[in-house]
C-alpha cells in the first residue's frame, strides 16, 4: 500500500479513533456509573471505527484497481481528504481529553483518582455536541462507502473499452493538475524561447513534494482562513516558516496544487512557483528563479507569451552576439507580463537553501514581490526562520508559523505505523505497544516529520517489544542526535560496511560534476582499489545502500537515482561530522568526494 494514498492516511484515521475507543473505554472502565452520553459516545466511536476500516479497504481496493500512478487519483472517489478532515479533528479533541483524564486515573495521589473518577473530561454539552458531531460522520462515511460499492460495481460491469476510457481521462485530469497548464499554441520558435527561459525545470520537486504528502494533511493551511485571506486578497503576501523536518517543502506542494486547481477553469488568473534546493546549485541564483516564473507566466497566456518573446528576440538578435537574461530586466518583464493577468500565485520554496547566495535571491525576488511588483501579483515564500530571512521579510509578509500543528504530527505517525505493520516492517506482540509509540513519537516530534521517519526506522529494526519500549524512553532529541545514531550503529559492523556507507555518502555529495544515477553509485561502491575489473560477487546492490544508509538517504525519480533524505542530513554530514570525536570519517566534502571519484573518471581533477 502507498503509505501516502487516500486508503493508507484513512487507515491513519482508523488507528486514531482505535485510540479514541481504548481510551474512552478505560474511562468507562475506572469510572463507576459513567453517563449515557458517555457510553452513547463510545458506541459511536467503535462505529466510526469500524466505517473507516471498511472505507480504507474500498479506497485501497479503487486505488489499486485505477492503478493510474498518477497523484490526485484519489479526486475519482466520493470521498475527499475535506470530508475527512472534520473527522480527524474531533477524534483528536476526543483523544487530547481523554488522554488527560486517563493519566490523573493513573495518579499516585488518592485525591486525584478520586476527583478525576467525579469528572468527565468534557462538559455535559459538550459531549452532546461531540455525540452529534460523530454521528453526522457517520453518515457522511456511511453514504460514501455506499456510493463507491455502486461506483465499483458499475465499473465491474461496465464495457473493458469504457472503463480504459474512464481511467485515461482519471490520468489526463490528475496530470493538468499537477502541470502548469499551457494555453498557448506551440510552434518551433516558442519551444525555443520557453527552453531558453526553462534552465531550471521545478516540475519534479513539484511532484516529490505531492508523493511525500499525506492526503489529509496541511488542511489546517489550505482550509483555514489565513490561506483564504491569501488566496482571495490581491497583492497579499504569506511567509510559512518551520523548523527543520517541519514538511516546508511537503506544504508548498499542497499550496502549488490547490492554486492550480481553483485557477484551471480561470483563464485570467496564473501559478508559477519555484523550489529551491540544496541539491542542486542551479537553483541558488535568482536568474533561473525568475527565468523560470517568466516561462511559467508565457504558457498560461497569448499576451504575456508575447512579452517575453520581445525580450527574447532583445537577447538573440540576428546581427549581434546573443545574451543571457538578467535579473533586473527579468523582473520588469514579469511585472509586464503580469499585466496581463488578473491575480497572479507566485509560491517559491527553500530559500534557506540557497547558500551564500541567500541575501541577493531574496533582495531581487522583494524587489519583484514589493518594489516593482504589480499590484495583482500574491506571493507565498517557505523556508526556515533564519535571521536574515526575517530581517527581509517580517515587514512585508504575514508569517505563519508551522511547528505549531500537530494535528498533521499525530496523522502522519498513525498512518505510518499502520503502513509498517501492515507491510510486516513491524511486528508488534502487544497491541497496546502502538498506542505507547503514537503517544511518545507525537509528543516528542516537535513539529519534525522528518524526526518522526527516523525514529519510526529506528524501531522497526528492533527485535522486540521490550527492545522498542527501552527505545521509546532514550529519543534522541533533535535531528543531528538521530543521524548520529545511525551512523553510531555502524561502529560494530565489518568494516566493509563502513566503508560502503563512507563512500555512499561522499558519492551523493558530489558537485560538480553530472549527478550519478544510483546503477552507477552501486557499480562505483563496487570498484575496490586494488581491482580494475568488477565481479559479480563484489557488485553491492541497490538494497544493500538502502539498508545501511538507513534514513540518512531516499531514492527519486523511480528509484533512478539516490539522494540525501533532506537538506538536514547534508548539513550534518558537512558542519558537524568533521569535529566529530568517532564519526569524522563520515565527513563529506567537495574535496573528498572528487578524491572518491577521480579514479573513476579520470577527466575529474
Same mark, same amino acid.
Given at each position: 500500500?502507498?503509505?501516502?494514498?487516500?486508503?493508507?492516511?484513512?487507515?491513519?484515521? !482508523?488507528?486514531?479513533?482505535?485510540?479514541?475507543?481504548?481510551?474512552?473505554?478505560?474511562?468507562?472502565?475506572?469510572?463507576?456509573?459513567?453517563?449515557?452520553?458517555?457510553?452513547?459516545?463510545?458506541?459511536?466511536?467503535?462505529?466510526?471505527?469500524?466505517?473507516?476500516?471498511?472505507?480504507?479497504?474500498?479506497?485501497?481496493?479503487?486505488?489499486?484497481?485505477?492503478?493510474?500512478?498518477?497523484?490526485?487519483?484519489?479526486?475519482?472517489?466520493?470521498?475527499?481528504?475535506?470530508?475527512? +478532515?472534520?473527522?480527524?479533528?474531533?477524534?483528536?479533541?476526543?483523544?487530547?481529553?481523554?488522554?488527560?483524564?486517563?493519566?490523573?486515573?493513573?495518579?499516585?495521589?488518592?485525591?486525584?483518582?478520586?476527583?478525576?473518577?467525579?469528572?468527565?473530561?468534557? %462538559?455535559?454539552?459538550?459531549?452532546?455536541?461531540?455525540?452529534?458531531? !460523530?454521528?453526522?460522520?457517520?453518515?457522511?462515511? %456511511?453514504?460514501?462507502?455506499?456510493?463507491?460499492? /455502486?461506483?465499483?460495481?458499475?465499473?465491474?460491469?461496465?464495457?473493458?473499452?469504457?472503463?480504459?476510457?474512464?481511467?485515461?481521462?482519471?490520468?489526463?485530469?490528475?496530470?493538468?493538475?499537477?502541470?502548469?497548464?499551457?494555453?498557448?499554441?506551440?510552434?518551433?520558435?516558442?519551444?525555443?524561447?520557453?527552453?531558453?527561459?526553462?534552465?531550471?525545470?521545478?516540475?519534479?520537486?513539484?511532484?516529490? *513534494?505531492?508523493?511525500?504528502?499525506?492526503?489529509?494533511?496541511?488542511?489546517?493551511?489550505?482550509?483555514?482562513?489565513?490561506?483564504?485571506?491569501?488566496?482571495?486578497?490581491?497583492?497579499?503576501?504569506?511567509?510559512?516558516?518551520?523548523?527543520?523536518?517541519?514538511?516546508?517543502?511537503?506544504?508548498?506542494?499542497?499550496?502549488?496544487?490547490?492554486?492550480?486547481?481553483?485557477?484551471?477553469?480561470?483563464?485570467?488568473?496564473?501559478?508559477?512557483?519555484?523550489?529551491?534546493?540544496?541539491?542542486?546549485?542551479?537553483?541558488?541564483?535568482?536568474?533561473?528563479?525568475? %527565468?523560470?516564473?517568466?516561462?511559467?507566466?508565457?504558457?498560461?497566456?497569448?499576451?504575456?507569451?508575447?512579452?517575453?518573446?520581445?525580450?527574447?528576440?532583445?537577447?538573440?538578435?540576428?546581427? +549581434?552576439?546573443?545574451?543571457?537574461?538578467?535579473?533586473?530586466?527579468?523582473?520588469?518583464?514579469?511585472?509586464?507580463?503580469?499585466?496581463?493577468?488578473?491575480?497572479?500565485?507566485?509560491?517559491?520554496?527553500?530559500?534557506?537553501?540557497?547558500?551564500?547566495? !541567500?541575501?541577493?535571491?531574496?533582495?531581487?525576488?522583494?524587489?519583484?514581490?514589493?518594489?516593482?511588483?504589480?499590484?495583482?501579483?500574491?506571493? *507565498?515564500?517557505?523556508?526556515?526562520?533564519?535571521?536574515?530571512?526575517?530581517?527581509?521579510?517580517?515587514?512585508?509578509?504575514?508569517?505563519?508559523?508551522?511547528?505549531?500543528?500537530?494535528?498533521?504530527?499525530?496523522?502522519?505517525?498513525?498512518?505510518?505505523?499502520?503502513?509498517?505493520?501492515?507491510?510486516?516492517?513491524?511486528?508488534?506482540?502487544? /497491541?497496546?505497544?502502538?498506542?505507547?509509540?503514537?503517544?511518545?513519537?507525537?509528543?516528542?516530534?516537535?513539529?519534525?516529520?522528518?524526526?518522526?521517519?527516523?525514529?519510526?526506522?529506528? /524501531?522497526?529494526?528492533?527485535?522486540?517489544?521490550?527492545?522498542?519500549?527501552?527505545?521509546?524512553?532514550?529519543?534522541?532529541?533533535?535531528?543531528?542526535?538521530?543521524?548520529?545514531?545511525?551512523?553510531?550503529?555502524?561502529?560494530?559492523?565489518?568494516?566493509?560496511?563502513?566503508?560502503?556507507?563512507?563512500?555512499?555518502?561522499?558519492?551523493?555529495?558530489?558537485?560538480?560534476?553530472?549527478?550519478?544515477?544510483?546503477?552507477?553509485?552501486?557499480?562505483?561502491?563496487?570498484?575496490?582499489? +586494488?581491482?580494475?575489473?568488477?565481479?559479480?560477487?563484489?557488485?553491492?546492490?541497490?538494497?544493500? !545502500?538502502?539498508?545501511?544508509?538507513?534514513?540518512?538517504?531516499?531514492?527519486?525519480?523511480?528509484?533512478?537515482?539516490?539522494?540525501?533524505? +533532506?537538506?538536514?542530513?547534508?548539513?550534518?554530514?558537512?558542519?558537524?561530522?568533521?569535529?566529530?570525536?568517532?564519526?569524522?570519517?563520515?565527513?563529506?566534502?567537495?574535496?573528498?568526494?572528487?578524491?572518491?571519484?577521480?579514479?573513476?573518471?579520470?577527466?575529474?581533477?
Amino acid at each position: 500500500m502507498d503509505p501516502v494514498s487516500l486508503s493508507a492516511s484513512i487507515a491513519g484515521l !482508523v488507528a486514531l479513533a482505535d485510540l479514541v475507543f481504548r481510551n474512552a473505554a478505560k474511562y468507562v472502565k475506572g469510572v463507576r456509573g459513567s453517563r449515557q452520553e458517555v457510553d452513547d459516545l463510545l458506541d459511536e466511536v467503535k462505529s466510526v471505527s469500524l466505517l473507516l476500516h471498511n472505507l480504507s479497504l474500498v479506497a485501497f481496493e479503487l486505488e489499486s484497481e485505477s492503478a493510474t500512478g498518477e497523484p490526485g487519483d484519489e479526486q475519482s472517489h466520493n470521498v475527499k481528504p475535506h470530508h475527512l +478532515h472534520g473527522c480527524q479533528k474531533i477524534l483528536r479533541r476526543l483523544e487530547t481529553g481523554l488522554t488527560g483524564a486517563n493519566e490523573n486515573l493513573r495518579s499516585s495521589s488518592g485525591f486525584t483518582r478520586l476527583q478525576r473518577r467525579l469528572k468527565w473530561p468534557f %462538559s455535559s454539552t459538550e459531549t452532546k455536541e461531540i455525540l452529534q458531531e !460523530v454521528q453526522r460522520h457517520n453518515q457522511t462515511i %456511511s453514504l460514501a462507502l455506499a456510493a463507491d460499492s /455502486i461506483s465499483q460495481l458499475r465499473k465491474c460491469l461496465a464495457r473493458q473499452e469504457e472503463t480504459t476510457k474512464r481511467v485515461k481521462d482519471l490520468q489526463v485530469t490528475a496530470k493538468k493538475i499537477l502541470d502548469i497548464e499551457i494555453k498557448i499554441l506551440l510552434t518551433a520558435k516558442r519551444r525555443r524561447v520557453l527552453q531558453l527561459f526553462s534552465k531550471v525545470n521545478p516540475q519534479s520537486e513539484f511532484e516529490t *513534494a505531492i508523493k511525500l504528502r499525506h492526503p489529509l494533511t496541511g488542511l489546517w493551511l489550505i482550509d483555514g482562513p489565513e490561506f483564504e485571506e491569501w488566496y482571495g486578497s490581491v497583492n497579499s503576501r504569506i511567509w510559512l516558516t518551520g523548523i527543520p523536518g517541519a514538511g516546508k517543502s511537503v506544504i508548498a506542494g499542497a499550496i502549488i496544487s490547490e492554486c492550480l486547481q481553483r485557477t484551471k477553469t480561470h483563464s485570467e488568473t496564473a501559478v508559477a512557483y519555484f523550489f529551491c534546493t540544496y541539491r542542486d546549485p542551479r537553483t541558488h541564483g535568482s536568474s533561473n528563479i525568475l %527565468s523560470s516564473l517568466a516561462a511559467q507566466l508565457a504558457q498560461q497566456n497569448e499576451s504575456a507569451y508575447r512579452v517575453l518573446e520581445e525580450y527574447y528576440n532583445d537577447l538573440q538578435p540576428d546581427d +549581434h552576439l546573443s545574451a543571457g537574461p538578467t535579473t533586473e530586466e527579468l523582473i520588469e518583464v514579469i511585472c509586464e507580463m503580469c499585466t496581463s493577468y488578473n491575480q497572479v500565485y507566485l509560491i517559491i520554496d527553500g530559500l534557506d537553501e540557497c547558500g551564500n547566495q !541567500v541575501e541577493a535571491t531574496l533582495r531581487d525576488l522583494l524587489a519583484l514581490a514589493i518594489i516593482k511588483g504589480h499590484e495583482m501579483i500574491t506571493t *507565498a515564500f517557505l523556508s526556515r526562520d533564519e535571521p536574515q530571512i526575517r530581517h527581509r521579510l517580517e515587514d512585508h509578509f504575514d508569517c505563519i508559523e508551522m511547528e505549531a500543528h500537530t494535528e498533521d504530527i499525530q496523522l502522519y505517525v498513525a498512518s505510518e505505523l499502520e503502513q509498517r505493520i501492515n507491510s510486516k516492517r513491524l511486528r508488534l506482540r502487544n /497491541i497496546a505497544l502502538k498506542d505507547h509509540i503514537m503517544d511518545r513519537l507525537v509528543s516528542g516530534a516537535k513539529g519534525m516529520f522528518r524526526w518522526v521517519a527516523c525514529q519510526l526506522d529506528h /524501531i522497526c529494526e528492533l527485535p522486540t517489544d521490550r527492545a522498542r519500549r527501552d527505545a521509546l524512553e532514550k529519543l534522541p532529541p533533535t535531528l543531528p542526535a538521530s543521524y548520529e545514531r545511525i551512523l553510531m550503529r555502524l561502529e560494530d559492523s565489518d568494516e566493509s560496511v563502513r566503508d560502503l556507507v563512507r563512500n555512499a555518502l561522499q558519492l551523493i555529495s558530489a558537485r560538480g560534476v553530472e549527478k550519478l544515477g544510483f546503477d552507477e553509485v552501486c557499480e562505483a561502491l563496487s570498484i575496490s582499489d +586494488h581491482s580494475n575489473t568488477l565481479h559479480d560477487d563484489e557488485t553491492v546492490e541497490k538494497y544493500e !545502500v538502502l539498508q545501511w544508509c538507513g534514513s540518512l538517504v531516499r531514492t527519486s525519480n523511480g528509484d533512478k537515482t539516490i539522494e540525501y533524505a +533532506h537538506y538536514t542530513v547534508q548539513e550534518f554530514l558537512e558542519d558537524i561530522c568533521p569535529t566529530h570525536p568517532k564519526l569524522s570519517a563520515y565527513a563529506v566534502s567537495d574535496e573528498k568526494a572528487c578524491s572518491l571519484l577521480g579514479p573513476l573518471c579520470p577527466g575529474i581533477v
